[in-house]
């Protein structure tokens, strides 16, 4: 008898409200997998896109689909080596809108997929920060290459990759500048933002001259790249979904037109940024961004208060 699990799943594209548990097989690890029992997950801008069919070109239309693209849990069942049953680890699904399926009682994964997860967080702290923390660390080393005494501006900051990014700028010796709604100031400065303004209501062409932008907003790309100093370096990681030609259009036009490119990349890290991430964070430098914990059964109402904004951090859905 194929023994079954719960999942979040949906059968048309559409708000939330489509999101409900149902039951699908456990999958079976083929040679060179890892099954993992998922402990907690979190909900990710990517994930909502493909729910609500902005991307339906990606996902397709055969049902029902899955979301969830970082887990952290147990191994249950490996085929691979260099893991034991019962180890903790975290990871993220293959970056393929199609491969989400994370807020599960179980999923399957490639060792690459897959690191140690800090010995120092529970896995719902854990998982707030590996895919904000992945992506900030990609942008800002890897992309802008960051350096100590620059001055850096986080569009977005309060949310699961913004304040991860925050920290991150710190950390490699940067004056940070963080925009926000209002009521998360306080929560951006606790992150080491040396300035937290209100992105409500100051102009962006106040906010002076930057060598390093970070976009987690994905708009008004015209007007931060004029706040780049000489030799400044712009990295967004969100495009806008109501614009996405002109958005990515104009991201590409800027890699030929005059000086200030602006970069642009979804992540696909795999086992060594996680087991660096995992140094961060047990060294830390990292500290977690949970904004809410919920169960696995209110799904939909994470998604809902993801997309209401203002987030703090990460949300978080516990499987176990």
Do not use: C
Request: proline share 6%; glycine share 12%.
């Amino acid at each position: 008898m194929t023994k079954m699990m719960s999942a979040a799943l949906f059968d048309s594209y559409g708000p939330p409200d489509v999101l409900y548990v149902g039951k699908v097989p456990v999958p079976t690890p083929r040679p060179g997998e890892v099954l993992v029992r998922v402990h907690a997950a979190s909900v990710n801008g990517g994930e909502a896109h493909a729910r609500s069919g902005r991307v339906r070109l990606l996902t397709g239309n055969r049902f029902p689909q899955r979301v969830g693209l970082d887990f952290a849990g147990e191994v249950a069942v490996t085929t691979a080596g260099g893991l034991r049953e019962g180890d903790m680890v975290w990871g993220t699904m293959p970056r393929n809108p199609r491969a989400f399926g994370s807020v599960a009682e179980y999923v399957t994964v490639r060792p690459r997929q897959i690191a140690l997860a800090p010995s120092n967080l529970t896995p719902v702290e854990a998982v707030s920060l590996l895919a904000g923390g992945t992506t900030a660390l990609t942008a800002l080393r890897d992309k802008a290459r960051l350096k100590a005494g620059e001055r850096l501006l986080v569009r977005g900051a309060s949310g699961g990759v913004g304040s991860v990014a925050v920290q991150y700028g710190k950390a490699f010796g940067a004056r940070v500048t963080g925009l926000a709604r209002p009521r998360n100031l306080d929560f951006v400065r606790e992150m080491g933002a040396d300035e937290a303004l209100d992105h409500t209501t100051i102009p962006l062409a106040a906010l002076g001259a930057f060598d390093v932008i970070l976009d987690a907003a994905g708009t008004r790309h015209r007007e931060l790249r004029g706040l780049l100093a000489p030799g400044g370096r712009m990295v967004a990681i969100a495009f806008d979904t109501a614009h996405i030609a002109r958005s990515l259009g104009y991201i590409a036009a800027s890699a030929v037109h005059g000086t200030g490119r602006v970069r642009f990349f979804s992540g696909n890290p795999f086992h060594d940024m996680y087991a660096e991430l995992t140094q961060y964070v047990e060294s830390g430098t990292l500290r977690p961004v949970v904004d809410t914990v919920h169960p696995l059964s209110a799904v939909a109402e994470a998604h809902r208060a993801l997309e209401a904004g203002g987030v703090r951090g990460k949300h978080v859905i516990q499987i176990v």
